[in-house]
């Protein structure tokens, strides 16, 4: 599949026996967020217990594995690498023991001027065991000027650059902090009244749904700058920079990553989806029998279509949930294969009728067009494609994997005509980056990163050094004159 990937997800609880066994629950719900390597440390106060591994949640964890996990804090990390490769070493919550004691490190997200940070710590004869831009954090945190560890995560994170939700833990305290831009979300959640053994427990998710499952309710969202430190003195919040920048927070949780029942940048992720469909069919109307939804993160924006449109909602496309992370293919190659796989078509809402397809975003164009071949074969008279999203035209350096100009679809092509084309559709029709916000939807522009739609950064990428291609960065996106 060609859509973006999810990024990654933590999960964090302090104050509680078998804190780990929470985590691995608060994972499976975070699960869609990272399915390439998964994590957990945890601490009864003494040592750092850790079980990391490649895969799922459910394939890698097992009884032997949760009960080795003692302690009363655990934070845990679903991953699919956007920085660092997708090996065993890269795997997280990342450990170290430094000269602030030993600690834990779990992140979302991606740290753009990590390599820059890296060269220079190198320097000074660190060494490095991942490529992962996360183990600059343990790096710098060991070299933070103050002793005190609260203070040395504060001043540690003031000097990165680009988006982190992160979770810091050590044998006694458990931090959570937003980048100050708050590009990704993070939720804090509490299970009884108050902190510690007796009765209380405190949890942080990145995703708040996945509160529902440890029972912890909803307290607020982590903001954006802000660091909670929680150990037996109780629970501070400060703050990373002095003075606030400009919130940025990425308006693709809302159009994707999350799940439909997650609220998160104060924002219900549902009524959002809802209400861009709405637009979405008052944007581009035309007649059709059905809309049916590309299941499932389109589903939500389908149904607001549907109803703003008139046009019945019918599920023409129904989704596997069963398919595993290998599959074995004939000898004999069978078309678009993974996409058969992945979704079956209804005939009966298909052959002979007019259908809009809803998707709620198009990057790279391929899966697009196989779901499209695979439709055509089912006999239908027109199908339309409506995208709940504006063309991605540029690349993302803040966590989400489209990271060069070439692989996007709206780039390859210079009209709507041609790219309708490309894909094997009669029309194609997307919101614009002006109506993601307001009106129908609860989001307001001024928070939100959306410079993949408009290419406006709210960082410097001058600094932006990943896989070395910097100058290569520098020239398509700014030209060499750009300094900031």
Same mark, same amino acid.
């Given at each position: 599949?060609?859509?973006?990937?999810?990024?990654?997800?933590?999960?964090?609880?302090?104050?509680?026996?078998?804190?780990?066994?929470?985590?691995?629950?608060?994972?499976?719900?975070?699960?869609?967020?990272?399915?390439?390597?998964?994590?957990?440390?945890?601490?009864?106060?003494?040592?750092?217990?850790?079980?990391?591994?490649?895969?799922?949640?459910?394939?890698?964890?097992?009884?032997?594995?949760?009960?080795?996990?003692?302690?009363?804090?655990?934070?845990?990390?679903?991953?699919?690498?956007?920085?660092?490769?997708?090996?065993?070493?890269?795997?997280?919550?990342?450990?170290?023991?430094?000269?602030?004691?030993?600690?834990?490190?779990?992140?979302?997200?991606?740290?753009?001027?990590?390599?820059?940070?890296?060269?220079?710590?190198?320097?000074?004869?660190?060494?490095?065991?991942?490529?992962?831009?996360?183990?600059?954090?343990?790096?710098?945190?060991?070299?933070?000027?103050?002793?005190?560890?609260?203070?040395?995560?504060?001043?540690?994170?003031?000097?990165?650059?680009?988006?982190?939700?992160?979770?810091?833990?050590?044998?006694?305290?458990?931090?959570?902090?937003?980048?100050?831009?708050?590009?990704?979300?993070?939720?804090?959640?509490?299970?009884?009244?108050?902190?510690?053994?007796?009765?209380?427990?405190?949890?942080?998710?990145?995703?708040?749904?996945?509160?529902?499952?440890?029972?912890?309710?909803?307290?607020?969202?982590?903001?954006?700058?802000?660091?909670?430190?929680?150990?037996?003195?109780?629970?501070?919040?400060?703050?990373?920079?002095?003075?606030?920048?400009?919130?940025?927070?990425?308006?693709?949780?809302?159009?994707?990553?999350?799940?439909?029942?997650?609220?998160?940048?104060?924002?219900?992720?549902?009524?959002?989806?809802?209400?861009?469909?709405?637009?979405?069919?008052?944007?581009?109307?035309?007649?059709?029998?059905?809309?049916?939804?590309?299941?499932?993160?389109?589903?939500?924006?389908?149904?607001?279509?549907?109803?703003?449109?008139?046009?019945?909602?019918?599920?023409?496309?129904?989704? /596997?949930?069963?398919? #595993?992370? $290998?599959?074995?293919?004939?000898?004999?190659?069978? !078309? @678009? +294969? *993974?996409?058969?796989?992945?979704?079956?078509?209804?005939?009966?809402?298909?052959?002979?009728?007019?259908?809009?397809?809803?998707?709620? /975003?198009?990057?790279? #164009?391929? $899966?697009?067009?196989?779901?499209?071949?695979?439709? !055509? @074969? +089912? *006999?239908?008279?027109?199908?339309?494609?409506?995208?709940?999203?504006?063309?991605?035209?540029?690349?993302?350096?803040?966590?989400?994997?489209?990271?060069?100009?070439?692989?996007?679809?709206?780039?390859?092509?210079?009209?709507?005509?041609?790219?309708?084309?490309?894909?094997?559709?009669?029309?194609?029709?997307?919101?614009?980056?002006?109506?993601?916000?307001?009106?129908?939807?609860?989001?307001?522009?001024?928070?939100?990163?959306?410079?993949?739609?408009?290419?406006?950064?709210?960082?410097?990428?001058?600094?932006?050094?990943?896989?070395?291609?910097?100058?290569?960065?520098?020239?398509?996106?700014?030209?060499?004159?750009?300094?900031?």
């Amino acid at each position: 599949m060609d859509k973006p990937k999810e990024e990654c997800g933590i999960f964090g609880v302090y104050g509680i026996n078998e804190a780990a066994n929470y985590v691995y629950l608060g994972l499976n719900f975070l699960q869609h967020r990272g399915q390439e390597s998964c994590g957990i440390v945890s601490t009864e106060g003494i040592s750092l217990y850790k079980q990391v591994g490649v895969g799922k949640i459910s394939e890698f964890f097992d009884d032997e594995k949760l009960n080795y996990l003692k302690g009363f804090r655990a934070i845990g990390h679903v991953r699919y690498s956007t920085t660092g490769s997708p090996t065993l070493v890269n795997a997280q919550p990342i450990t170290g023991s430094t000269s602030k004691g030993a600690l834990a490190i779990a992140h979302n997200g991606n740290i753009t001027n990590a390599n820059l940070i890296r060269n220079e710590l190198l320097k000074k004869g660190e060494v490095f065991h991942s490529t992962s831009d996360s183990e600059v954090v343990v790096h710098l945190i060991s070299h933070a000027p103050s002793e005190n560890l609260v203070k040395a995560v504060q001043w540690a994170l003031s000097k990165l650059e680009g988006s982190f939700a992160l979770l810091v833990m050590t044998k006694d305290t458990l931090i959570a902090a937003r980048d100050p831009m708050g590009f990704r979300p993070l939720s804090m959640g509490k299970i009884g009244d108050t902190i510690g053994d007796i009765g209380g427990t405190i949890a942080f998710s990145s995703e708040d749904s996945a509160f529902s499952i440890i029972e912890a309710k909803k307290m607020r969202e982590v903001e954006p700058n802000e660091m909670i430190v929680i150990n037996e003195e109780g629970v501070r919040s400060l703050q990373i920079l002095p003075e606030k920048p400009k919130t940025n927070q990425c308006v693709f949780e809302l159009i994707y990553f999350a799940k439909p029942s997650s609220n998160l940048f104060h924002t219900s992720v549902y009524e959002y989806r809802f209400g861009i469909g709405k637009k979405l069919a008052r944007l581009h109307p035309v007649d059709a029998d059905y809309v049916v939804p590309i299941p499932d993160s389109g589903i939500v924006s389908a149904i607001g279509y549907s109803m703003e449109s008139g046009i019945p909602l019918a599920l023409g496309l129904i989704r /596997s949930h069963y398919i #595993g992370r $290998t599959f074995i293919e004939p000898s004999q190659k069978i !078309r @678009d +294969f *993974g996409v058969k796989m992945k979704f079956i078509p209804v005939r009966e809402i298909i052959e002979n009728k007019r259908i809009i397809l809803i998707d709620d /975003s198009v990057v790279r #164009g391929t $899966t697009s067009r196989k779901i499209v071949k695979m439709v !055509r @074969d +089912f *006999g239908p008279v027109k199908v339309h494609m409506r995208v709940a999203s504006p063309p991605v035209r540029y690349p993302c350096f803040y966590g989400i994997d489209f990271s060069t100009y070439e692989e996007l679809l709206a780039n390859k092509f210079a009209t709507m005509e041609e790219i309708a084309k490309y894909i094997g559709v009669e029309s194609i029709g997307y919101l614009t980056p002006e109506t993601l916000f307001g009106n129908d939807t609860s989001a307001v522009s001024g928070d939100f990163c959306a410079a993949c739609f408009h290419g406006e950064y709210p960082t410097p990428l001058n600094q932006f050094s990943k896989d070395g291609f910097e100058q290569e960065i520098k020239q398509k996106y700014f030209g060499y004159s750009r300094n900031s």
